[in-house]
Each structure stands twice: as C-alpha cells, then as structure tokens.
C-alpha cells in the first residue's frame, strides 16, 4: 500500500508563475505563507529556485527562516506583524518587512540599524495598513531617520474576486493619491504592488511595478463562473493531488448505516470502501455525504457517511477496486469530478481553505 501523499506537479507550477507574469506585466513575487498555501513550503521553494524572485513572500519570520533553511539568501517580504519585541533579534540581512502602524515603524526605527522596509497603506479593507491621513506623521519620521529605506509601499484589494470592480476602483484611486503625497515628500521607491491574484486582471497597470499572487500560483481560480475574468484564470493548471489506499472493503445490505450519527442510510446492497483520512488530516467535516473522490482512472467514489477524524467512507459499488488501491481525494485533473474547486463548492467555502487545511505531517512529493 502507498501511504497518503500529497503530489506537487513542477511543471504545473513553473506554468502558473510565468502565465501570471505575463497577465501581470510586472514582476509577480510567490505568497508562499501557510505551508505554500499546503502545498509544502519546502518543495515550492525547491520548484521555485530558479525564477530569480525579488521576493518570496511569508506572513511571519519563522516562515521566513524556514524558507532560509532551503534558500539561505533568498529575499524574504513578511507581510504579517509580530510581537514587537521579537523585532530586535530578526536578521534583517535577507528580510524586508512590511510595516503599516506608527507604533510598528516607530519600534523599526528605535532598532537603531539600517534596513529597509515596505510601507502598507490602508485604502478601505480596514484590517492592516496606515491610514492614509498617517502619511504626514510617516514622511516626517522618515526624514528624521535616514537609516531606515523605503524600498516598496503596497496596499491590498479586499474584493478583487468579485465581479463588481467599483471598490477596486476606489482604492487604486485612493493609493494613486497616497503614492503622490509620498512622492511629493522625496520618497519613491522601486516596488509598488496592490495586486493579489483576482487583482492582476483587474487594475491598471501604470503605477504598480509587482504583484503578489497565492491562490494562482498554485493554479486555483479565486473568482466565480460569472466574472468576465474567470476564464483567463482557468489557463492555470491545478499544482496539488492528494491520494490515498483503501484499507478495508465491505458489501452492507439495505437498511445498514456508515458512519458517525447514522446519517447515511444503504437503500440498496453497496460496496463500500474505507479510507485512512479524516478531518485531522484536513478534509472538512462539512464534505460529509457530499463529497467526491475518484480511483485512478475517473470512477466517481461518493463520501457517504460522515467525515470523521482519520476514516472517511466511500460508495464503490460496481467498481472494481481491491483493498490497497489507490484513491485520489483531490485531482488537478479539472476533467475529474474531485477537484479541489469542485469538493470547495460542495461545502461551501473557497479552494484556499481545503488545501490550506492540509497538514504539514502528510508526505509531499514534487511530480
């Protein structure tokens, strides 16, 4: 029996970052947070190596020195904010992070070392970023501390994935406005960025100078069937499959029940197949009677019974399948039925949440 593996396809990747360079225009940075968005950080690093990134991107420093364990001098952009005590004893030497409150840049700056940092402005989402009435108090300090360089300055769209662009309107404007004002006080870095992956279709391209992109690059459309951009989006090529083994095959008779709860109920004589994952794994609960896997060759295997923490039952009736054999919980074949966008929708929730859910003990493998 083969273990349960998550398989992350070179190719498909290399395909997603340059299809996303060429749509951006600009340089187009990888968000490798949360595992690589489950993918694995340690294999997309290793994938990635040769793309001669600016930056990767993490959420927080021990992402970015787990990425230096791959890559000792890769440049690392940390988007998140942490604890500012942990600040003095970061090693800024491959590391830029990304500041958006006074309290934060004013802790930078009593650092007392030079370094260089992006600058995040709010312009409406309401969770990270200076207010753009901030801008008068951040020039001042910064001239007062020429030690500290401002190599980017970025905001973040907050509805880029939806088809209405009215709000992504009123924030590019808004930026465009606070980039003046920084311009005006002497201050214009190289990097400019706004863009996340439903966002590099859908803002002009004069100011911005990169883009950062997550969910894309791991070849997941963020936008819905009806947004007149979904299709340029569907050229991406899914990266992640996980496969599992049947561990145990049994006929129930109609009337018998599978699971937790006893929520699903035989109508008629069905095989039924066990698997050796669960929700601990990371496949939600909310997948229970309604998801879908596949064998290797397309056959549909229906979730019946509820997901529980490391077992999830399958419906093979009629298949020809042994205990041992293989079993595809997500396929990046978009012709399958088991897709991670597929299984998403049928729990109601967005592609991130399913692969981001996956655990980093399951062993990945780059195809």
Known sequence: MKETTIYISRGNLLHNHKALTDLAGVPVWPVLKSNAYGHGLEEVCEILSDTNSQYFIVQNYLEAESIWQILPHQQVLM?????????????????TPTVGSLELLTTIIQLNTPLSIHLKINTGMNR?????VEIPQITTLLKKNPHITITGILTHFSNADGPNTAFITKQYTCFTSCLK??????????????GNTAGLSKTPKGILTAARSGIGLYGLNPLEELDGMYETYERL???????????HLRTIKPGEIVGYGNTFTALHEMRIATIPVGYY??????????????????????????????????DA????????????????NKNFPNTVT???????????????????????IIV
């Open 317 to 332: 009736t009629n298949k020809e399948l042994q205990i041992g054999d293989e079993v595809i919980i997500y396929s990046n």
């Open 281 to 314: 794994e990371g496949i939600p609960r909310l997948l229970s009677n309604v998801g879908m896997c596949s064998s290797l060759t397309d056959d549909p295997l229906p979730i019946v019974g509820r997901v529980s923490m490391n077992l999830i039952g399958l």
């Open 237 to 247: 090529k899914p990266v992640l499959s996980l496969h599992t083994y049947i561990t």
């Open 79 to 95: 988007l998140g904010t942490e604890p500012f005590s942990k600040y003095a004893d970061m090693k800024f030497t491959h590391l």
């Open 128 to 132: 990270q970023g200076f207010d753009p």
């Open 181 to 194: 004002q920084f311009e005006d006080a002497g201050i214009t870095p190289r990097w400019i960025h706004a």
């Open 342 to 364: 597929t299984n998403a929708h049928l729990c109601n929730t967005i592609n991130y949440e399913l692969t981001t859910n996956l655990k980093p003990h399951i062993t990945r």
